[in-house]
């Protein structure tokens, strides 16, 4: 037992300090953990909301940090108590967190163009097997992968009624059982794995954890679920731990599944050059600038109020208690600080302090400045600035460009994280190869602050060319999506509709205009009963010219 359960908890070597450097992007997002002063922001698990709500698999490995936690960097003389004032007033900015939403608010904000993916309609309203939609699921794991580098997401299929194999969603809805569904998973979750020599996975463990009793009067008991997938296989095992004691069993063995591949779509912000699984932060470089960034404010909030503080004088006649500074300096009078009175002889010339230098904390000013300003070049977005510097739309974009590529960059990944994700699911759907390869996930170009209004005006111009029905019907459902992206998939699906009426309408209409214009044409070049085409009854008659003689009367002919 003892060797299982140490074959269980094995992790890869790299594994507590991936961990650690996970629990950094995590407090430099939210402002917790070492981040923390006095007042401690709740820390229910990883990532606090974004966690465990969605998908109910946690892992351990990102444990609250103890109060003496800090990010702070002690002074060489700096004594643990006045270090440990300096930690509790301590006050850290969210800078990662407002560059992090901004980056993902564009991104989400304009959909991303979908083309195949009807056959995934019904999935798309139940994505996780509880009732979440992708539309609610999507921001969490984007979030995810943002923040951590990379966000692993497991694709688990519905068991048969008999404990056998994976089993298609037609069969599984016959039987009772639930439909595929998608699991995000935390970096900490996968504890170890193997890439093969065609650089895919040939096995991964998956640890999570979490809690039970029998009623509500026990203790908790922690279990850990660990959980082996390869190409072909799954299997599963359950440790629990009561009274100190862990105990492991055997839940499942060498399940057979049709994948052909371990099913885990991984979603990474920015690929890593030397890894092939895991990706790299969104803002890792501004973190680590924003922990300085940190330090500094906290060396200038120490500055000031150890030295700008006022300090009350009064003048005394000591009558000789006190008959000159040596005996004061000697230790006979009450110590000198903020709160208590320092008292002189009258006689005496006024107690005067020298101000400390202003220079200390102008330094300290533009180190801060120089440090934000630093801060929003290597996230890649635009410097705040106030009213005064305003500058024009054209200037904003160029400013913008960087951000733009930033943005556009990640919804790469994102689109074909997507189409991966589309290719397992389809596969427990049972959709053939065709259907498959045909989803097609294309993420938008352009993020840019003012490109509403320019594709408004773009689509005007083009709807004014006459494009013909196809175009103007797709650019008027690009224009929906910009305008009205918050729709749910009814209404859009609703849309789409009436979309697809109008176009059928008007191609109905315009067939009808051909036929009348050709029928016209036709009517005009047919030989008229009458002679010429003008005599006809009820219209004037017409002479061998061609001209209408007056009073209408016909002409003699020629001799």
């Not at 850290?92 to 608010?105: A, N």
């Not at 408004?456 to 013909?468: F, K, P, R, V, Y």
């Amino acid at each position: 037992m003892a060797d299982l359960l140490e074959q269980l908890r094995r992790t890869r070597s790299d594994y507590l300090a991936s961990v650690v450097a996970d629990r950094f992007a995590l407090d430099s997002y939210t402002g917790g953990g070492g981040f923390a002063g006095r007042i401690r922001p709740a820390d229910p698990g990883p990532f606090g909301s974004i966690g465990s709500t969605t998908t109910r698999q946690t892992s351990a490995a990102y444990q609250p940090p103890t109060d003496d936690e800090t990010y702070l960097d002690r002074f060489p003389r700096e004594t643990p108590k006045k270090f440990d004032g300096r930690k509790q007033v301590a006050h850290y900015p969210g800078y990662v967190r407002t560059l992090t939403d901004l980056k993902l608010s564009f991104l989400l904000r304009k959909p991303f163009d979908r083309a195949g993916d009807d056959a995934w309609a019904d999935w798309y309203d139940d994505t996780d097997g509880a009732g979440t939609t992708w539309r609610e699921l999507l921001p969490s794991i984007v979030l995810r992968a943002a923040v951590l580098g990379w966000c692993p997401c497991l694709v688990d299929a519905p068991r048969g009624p008999s404990g056998g194999g994976t089993i298609s969603t037609a069969q599984a809805r016959a039987a009772g059982i639930a439909s595929p569904r998608l699991i995000p998973l935390f970096p900490a979750n996968i504890v170890d794995w193997q890439l093969g020599t065609d650089g895919q996975l040939d096995w991964v463990k998956i640890r999570t954890d979490s809690h039970e009793r029998d009623s509500w009067r026990d203790e908790l008991t922690p279990v850990e679920t660990y959980t082996v997938w390869t190409r072909t296989v799954w299997s599963r095992w359950t440790v629990r731990t009561r009274d100190g004691n862990a105990s492991a069993s055997e839940d499942e063995a060498g399940v057979p599944h049709s994948w052909g591949r371990v099913p885990l779509a991984i979603l990474r912000h920015s690929p890593s050059p030397d890894d092939a699984l895991r990706g790299i932060p969104m803002h890792a470089d501004v973190a680590i600038l924003a922990r300085r960034l940190f330090n500094l404010l906290s060396e200038r909030d120490e500055s000031l109020r150890g030295q700008v503080f006022a300090l009350l004088t009064q003048a005394q006649d000591f009558k000789g208690s006190v008959p000159d500074p040596t005996r004061a300096a000697a230790g006979t009078t009450a110590p000198i600080g903020t709160t208590n009175v320092i008292e002189y002889h009258h006689e005496w010339p006024a107690p005067a302090f020298i101000a400390p230098p202003a220079s200390v904390i102008a330094t300290y000013n533009d180190v801060i400045t120089a440090t934000v300003t630093e801060l929003y070049r290597l996230a890649r977005a635009e410097f705040s600035r106030g009213v005064a510097s305003a500058t024009s739309g054209v200037a904003r974009a160029y400013e913008f460009a960087q951000t733009n590529r930033a943005i556009h960059d990640f919804a790469l990944q994102v689109s074909r994280w997507w189409e991966d994700v589309l290719d397992l699911t389809g596969i427990t759907l049972g959709l053939g190869d065709t259907v498959r390869d045909g989803a097609r996930i294309t993420p938008p170009e352009s993020f840019d602050v003012e490109d509403l209004q320019g594709e408004i005006d773009q689509a005007t111009a083009a709807l004014a060319l006459s494009l013909g029905v196809t175009a103007e019907t797709e650019i008027k459902r690009r224009l929906v999506g910009r305008l009205l992206s918050n729709l749910d998939d009814e209404t859009r699906g609703e849309i789409d509709e009436d979309l697809e009426d109008a176009a059928a309408a008007k191609l109905e209409q315009q067939a009808s205009a051909v036929k009348l214009a050709q029928a016209n044409a036709e009517a005009a070049a047919r030989p008229s009963p009458f002679g010429r085409p003008g005599n006809r009854p009820g219209n004037p008659p017409v002479n061998q010219a061609g001209n209408t003689p007056p009073n209408g009367q016909p002409a003699a002919p020629p001799a």
